[in-house]
């Protein structure tokens, strides 16, 4: 076995955590890096999770499940697709119930709030000058719920924002957010498409 095949495959067991029952054994993990700049408009950018597609409108993406969105410099907006939402609850500090910044082992799955409520510093948790994690569920092509997670990077104000990557478990399952040294290390090994578990 190659020394790559060998870390990717330890660092997908190790940092990925993912929660589905006895149907674990043959999850995927997908993870879509976009590095796309949110822009500060009633616009924003709509993703479509399932195939990593981005556009400027609903209309130019089609399946689309999230939109951050917004042309205030405190807080972001999140427009969802039916049956998706973002996860909701006070985040890394926060003090309201909102989109939450959600810190590292946070698990996205069945049992989270899920909503499409502003995010912003005081309400979600969300901090400046750093990189923030949000949870969502969606419904895949076929109709079926899926749980995933994403990385946004804020810049000065709420305002400036990038959404760096979006990442989904593929069978229903739920997903826990790893640490940055593990996103990191596994996008190191070539990860960044689809990631078999064992």
């Excluded at 994690?133 to 997670?149: D, I, S, W």
């Amino acid at each position: 076995m190659k020394m790559q095949n060998k870390l990717a495959r330890h660092l997908g067991l190790a940092a990925i955590a993912v929660v589905t029952g006895t149907a674990a054994t043959h999850a995927t993990v997908i993870t879509w890096n976009l590095n796309m700049v949110v822009p500060n408009n009633i616009d924003g950018l709509y993703v479509n999770v399932e195939t990593g597609g981005t556009g400027a409108t609903g209309g130019a993406i089609a399946g689309w499940d999230i939109n951050p969105y917004g042309a205030s410099t405190t807080t972001m907006s999140w427009f969802n697709a039916t049956g998706s939402g973002m996860v909701q609850g006070l985040g890394q500090g926060g003090t309201t119930s909102a989109t939450a910044s959600l810190s590292v082992g946070s698990l996205v799955g069945a049992a989270s709030v899920f909503g499409n409520t502003a995010s912003s510093p005081t309400a979600g948790g969300w901090m400046l000058n750093s990189v923030n994690y949000f949870g969502f569920k969606f419904l895949n092509a076929a109709g079926q719920v899926r749980y995933g997670y994403g990385s946004m990077t804020m810049g000065a104000t709420m305002g400036v924002r990038t959404l760096n990557f979006v990442a989904f478990e593929d069978n229903g399952g739920g997903i826990s957010v790893p640490a940055p040294s593990a996103i990191a290390l596994l996008g190191l090994a070539g990860l960044a498409g689809r990631r078999r578990r064992d």
